[in-house]
């Protein structure tokens, strides 16, 4: 089996319902696509990244957020808090290797999104976080994407 054969068509598909479904239920696709250019940074995956930077500059997402979102808690000012409550969460849930989200995380933004909101927040993070270890298992080159 060769790299590129590593996601079938089926999966593909189920990935992409549950990507499209969190983002409809977290109803700022602005947002949403920081949450995904966040999580693509950490996760090292060049081709989400790619995808979704351009996706991001359709949604109208300023270029100084998309410049300075990789050190989005050192840049004051350019976030407001419910993005920032979003990357907060969009990292603790990437980045399980200290242990379990934090309740102060989780908490912080559960007071920018109500419930049904919250939910699809997480989803969307799960979501891109499976298709970047697809991705990066994969070594899809950036710049592929077919929308």
Request: with cysteine; proline share 3%.
């Amino acid at each position: 089996m060769s790299r590129t054969d590593l996601l079938d068509r089926e999966v593909g598909r189920a990935l992409s319902a549950v990507s499209a479904t969190a983002k409809r239920g977290l109803g700022d696709p602005a947002l949403a696509e920081l949450v995904v250019i966040r999580a693509s940074q950490l996760n090292h995956c060049a081709f989400c990244l790619d995808m979704h930077l351009a996706v991001a500059r359709e949604q109208g997402v300023s270029e100084r957020k998309l410049e300075l979102l990789a050190a989005w808690e050192e840049a004051e000012g350019v976030f407001d808090e419910r993005e920032r409550a979003a990357l907060a969460l969009t990292e603790a849930v990437t980045v399980l290797t200290d242990g379990f989200v934090p309740d102060a995380v989780f908490e912080t933004a559960a007071k920018h999104f109500d419930e049904s909101q919250l939910a699809h927040l997480v989803g969307l993070i799960v979501a891109i976080n499976n298709w970047n270890r697809v991705m990066v298992s994969r070594r899809t080159p950036p710049g592929g994407h077919q929308p």
